[in-house]
């Protein structure tokens, strides 16, 4: 195996058992030599991963992506793009490498760790992002407004990484991405870990309030187990979570609005971004029927007044994993209270991310 493998591995997994960093299973991490990268493969786990779990890839095939011409039209362009990549897998060939491949790519360094931590985020969905963003970090962390992932997002990228290594000399080792995460770059995994803990101390020093308590209890009674058998969703299980972060926000329909929508991608892809909020049990039912008759599909999330979260999935994963990623979400929400308020995703960035047949792929093997 390749030394730099074993370091790749090892701080895949450090970041991938921390639940500050990795939140469902997303991120994703690379190593690069002269002409080879290894990225995670798409439905790996960071936190278990071995070599098995990356897929490598030609540099040579992949620095054609950044400076080929693609079509206009954006499926045809995502189309197009994804091709490419998979033309430069040279193995395994059946494994698919994360959509985020071209950005890791273009960073010149040989380690990257991309991550969503909950801390990072709750100041990448804030109001004022990039300004915030300057006062804590300075000009040398590179911050990227919103932009929809896919190639799109990654020409962005290039061309700021581009401006910034004319400017400064040398390629950012801390590239912030607005609404979505953090990519952090370097030559060891030492210097990556060190630049998270201080990524971390910095943002930790502005908190002013602690979180809730927010590790969610099943209350699950008789009454929420009978709406099963007619929720608008086949097999359907339905579980009531409480915490008193949870309690935090589903007091009034006021007090929910700020939640009833998406900050990231990633929320996007494993909880929809639209809540139903009810009264009582007895509207959960009708109130699903209803949203399902609106959105073609029936809402993964309702919140119940003063009680919690009904969660209802098709299998016990999903509904830990809806359970993780709005919880993640509700901490974005209060934590960026000490950041000028939240800034959800707009009704576009959010129906581009629904249409988007790369991440229904991730869904379908996050589900498995
Ligand atoms: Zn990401």
């Not at 950005?103 to 004022?128: R, S």
């Not at 004319?166 to 801390?174: R, W």
Request: proline letters at 4%.
């Amino acid at each position: 195996m390749e030394k730099g493998m074993e370091q790749l591995i090892a701080v895949s997994q450090l970041f991938g058992k921390n639940p500050l960093y990795v939140i469902a299973g997303g991120g994703n991490t690379s190593y690069k030599t002269e002409d080879k990268l290894w990225i995670k493969a798409s439905g790996s786990a960071l936190a278990t991963i071995d070599e098995d779990g990356f897929v490598c890839l030609s540099r040579e095939g992949l620095a054609k992506i950044s400076t080929k011409s693609y079509p206009e039209d954006s499926s045809a362009r995502e189309e197009a793009v994804k091709n490419d990549l998979n033309a430069s897998i040279l193995y395994p060939k059946e494994k698919r490498p994360s959509v985020e491949t071209s950005l890791h790519e273009i960073i010149d360094y040989a380690y990257v760790v991309h991550t969503h931590p909950t801390l990072v985020n709750a100041l990448m969905c804030a109001v004022d992002a990039q300004g915030k963003c300057e006062e804590i970090f300075g000009t040398d962390a590179l911050f990227v407004e919103y932009t929809d992932p896919g190639y799109v997002l990654f020409k962005k990228v290039y061309d700021l990484i581009e401006a910034y290594k004319a400017e400064k000399g040398a390629c950012p080792k801390v590239i912030f991405l607005e609404n979505h995460g953090v990519f952090v770059a370097a030559d060891t995994t030492d210097e990556i870990e060190a630049v998270y803990a201080d990524i971390n101390e910095k943002l930790g020093a502005l908190v002013k309030e602690e979180l809730p308590q927010f590790e969610a209890e099943d209350i699950t009674d008789e009454n929420v187990q009978k709406l099963a058998a007619d929720f608008p969703l086949d097999g359907a299980i339905v579980k009531l979570f409480s915490s008193d972060l949870i309690s935090h926000y589903v007091v009034t329909p006021q007090s929910f609005y700020t939640v009833d929508t998406a900050f990231t991608p990633d929320g996007i892809v494993y909880c929809k971004a639209k809540y139903p909020y009810v009264n009582s049990i007895n509207e959960v039912l009708p109130a699903a029927d209803a949203f399902n008759a609106q959105h073609g599909f029936p809402p993964k999330a309702i919140a119940l007044k003063g009680k919690g979260l009904v969660v209802a999935e098709d299998n016990d994963k999903s509904v830990n994993t809806v359970l993780e990623v709005y919880t993640d979400m509700l901490k974005i929400a209060f934590y960026a209270e000490n950041f000028g308020g939240s800034k959800p995703m707009t009704e576009e960035q959010i129906a581009f991310i629904d249409n988007w047949e790369v991440e229904n792929y991730r869904r379908k093997i996050a589900k498995s």
